[in-house]
């Protein structure tokens, strides 16, 4: 217990320091270490995954910032252009979001889901003193915890029957059948989300 409140005191502080610092000869030779670190890590395997939707939020995040900043113009097309001030700006906050995910799948790959809702209460705990609904608050975070294997896992089985009954093997229409599945299942979430956990077999 005293390890893994250690090893999410010291994610907590380095999730700190990032977001405090603002020089990129800091910052970007860190992004660099924690990219060569997913590469060629033994644990590489665990950290690249869902590397397809996190690049594609720290595409975004780059683009957003960088895009139609004021500052010195470093180049311009279609009325789109970009400054000088822009990719600082964009790749100071990419490699802060960067920083903070690798070190989180890394804090989940050393801390079992169990032992880091513990060590985050023992964190918690002074708020109480304040009034604060931690035990609220934690057992909210332990029910999304437990929900969200149980949602991959349902929409993983409802996505291969729908597959399965789909004709056209195309990249488009496998694209089509899992958008089919996202709205109704929001609505499922809201409106009955224990049916998840009874659908599997897990709990």
């Given at each position: 217990?005293?390890?893994?409140?250690?090893?999410?005191?010291?994610?907590?502080?380095?999730?700190?320091?990032?977001?405090?610092?603002?020089?990129?000869?800091?910052?970007?030779?860190?992004?660099?270490?924690?990219?060569?670190?997913?590469?060629?890590?033994?644990?590489?395997?665990?950290?690249?995954?869902?590397?397809?939707?996190?690049?594609?939020?720290?595409?975004?995040?780059?683009?957003?910032?960088?895009?139609?900043?004021?500052?010195?113009?470093?180049?311009?097309?279609?009325?789109?252009?970009?400054?000088?001030?822009?990719?600082?700006?964009?790749?100071?906050?990419?490699?802060?979001?960067?920083?903070?995910?690798?070190?989180?799948?890394?804090?989940?790959?050393?801390?079992?889901?169990?032992?880091?809702?513990?060590?985050?209460?023992?964190?918690?705990?002074?708020?109480?003193?304040?009034?604060?609904?931690v035990d609220d608050f934690m057992e909210?975070?332990?029910?999304?915890?437990?929900?969200?294997?149980?949602?991959?896992?349902?929409?993983?089985?409802?996505?291969?029957?729908?597959?399965?009954?789909?004709?056209?093997?195309?990249?488009?229409?496998?694209?089509?059948?899992?958008?089919?599945?996202?709205?109704?299942?929001?609505?499922?979430?809201?409106?009955?989300?224990?049916?998840?956990?009874?659908?599997?077999?897990?709990?």
């Amino acid at each position: 217990m005293t390890k893994t409140y250690l090893k999410l005191s010291f994610y907590l502080l380095f999730t700190a320091l990032i977001f405090t610092l603002s020089n990129l000869k800091f910052l970007v030779p860190m992004t660099i270490a924690a990219g060569l670190l997913c590469l060629l890590s033994s644990e590489g395997k665990r950290l690249r995954a869902g590397a397809l939707p996190i690049g594609l939020f720290l595409a975004a995040t780059f683009l957003s910032n960088a895009l139609f900043s004021d500052g010195r113009l470093v180049g311009s097309f279609l009325g789109i252009y970009v400054s000088e001030e822009g990719l600082q700006l964009a790749t100071l906050r990419t490699s802060r979001v960067f920083l903070m995910i690798v070190g989180a799948k890394l804090l989940m790959i050393y801390v079992t889901p169990a032992e880091l809702r513990e060590a985050l209460a023992k964190v918690l705990s002074p708020l109480r003193k304040l009034k604060i609904p931690v035990d609220d608050f934690m057992e909210i975070l332990t029910l999304t915890m437990l929900a969200v294997p149980l949602l991959k896992t349902h929409l993983i089985e409802s996505f291969k029957v729908k597959n399965a009954q789909n004709t056209n093997g195309s990249l488009i229409g496998k694209a089509r059948t899992a958008a089919s599945l996202l709205v109704p299942t929001l609505i499922m979430i809201i409106t009955s989300p224990e049916i998840i956990f009874k659908e599997t077999k897990a709990l």
